[in-house]
């Protein structure tokens, strides 16, 4: 059976690509895969524990059967549904006012809108420019858990996310969380959720530029691993 392999960030980086194709016995499993692509490209050995896995842009452990034409990613950790028009990974700059009309509605008192900016430094060092890569379709369906869990928690049916990805100068906005719901208080708290929820499970990764360098953030296990230094303190062009 064969396979496609997508490859993001740090990993892609280093195996050159950004996909491939994989022929693999009927019946291997996630850690067949593993095993193969770890012979082939050290790193991802290297990185396994540190990573998530995902299998036809869900969630699995290393015991999920893989079947012809699936699609498989290892992905580092991030810097941080369904594809509906409220939960968007795009390439262009976001519009605020346009989001958050997408929640509004008659029975909403309270809309929170969070913006993510560019802001010009890091972890002491001067950023000039961010970098943002994401898995588009496996993102956009952890964007639309994440509103599934506000819906869940706090009974929030209007929530939109939308992150954009490509070079962002500083100043430009990266992500935009609007909530809309009855009261203040629910909403405050939605939006809190979703911007850390966003971080631990929406496969996103966000390249820093320094005047004199620049990293992946969000892999600092796998820079240990790898460097026995901290990302921050990588220039990965060299």
Known sequence: MRITVHYFALLRE????????????????????????????????????????????????????????????????????????????????????????????????????????????????????????????????????????????WGIERVAIHHRVGHLKIGETSVVIAVASPHRAEAFEGCRHAIERIKQIVPIWKKEHYRDGDSWIGSEAAYQSLYGVSSAHKNVSE
Request: hydrophobic share 40%; glycine share 8%; net charge negative.
């Open 14 to 153: 280093s195996v050159g690509k950004s996909r491939e194709t994989r022929d693999l016995p009927d019946g291997s499993q996630v850690l067949d895969l593993l095993q193969a692509l770890s012979a082939d490209y050290p790193i991802v050995g290297e990185m396994r524990a540190s990573s998530m896995l995902m299998l036809n842009q869900e969630y699995v452990e290393e015991d999920a059967e893989i079947r012809d034409g699936d699609d498989f990613a290892l992905i580092p950790p991030v810097a941080g549904g369904d594809g509906t028009e409220r939960f968007k990974i795009v390439d262009h700059p976001l519009d605020p006012g346009e989001i958050s009309r997408l929640v509004e509605d008659p029975s909403a008192g309270a809309v929170v809108l969070f913006l993510g900016n560019v802001r010009d430094n890091a972890r002491g060092r001067k950023v000039v420019s961010l970098e943002y890569e994401a898995y588009a379709p496996a993102a956009e369906k952890m964007l639309a858990r994440i509103g599934d869990e506000l819906r869940q928690r």
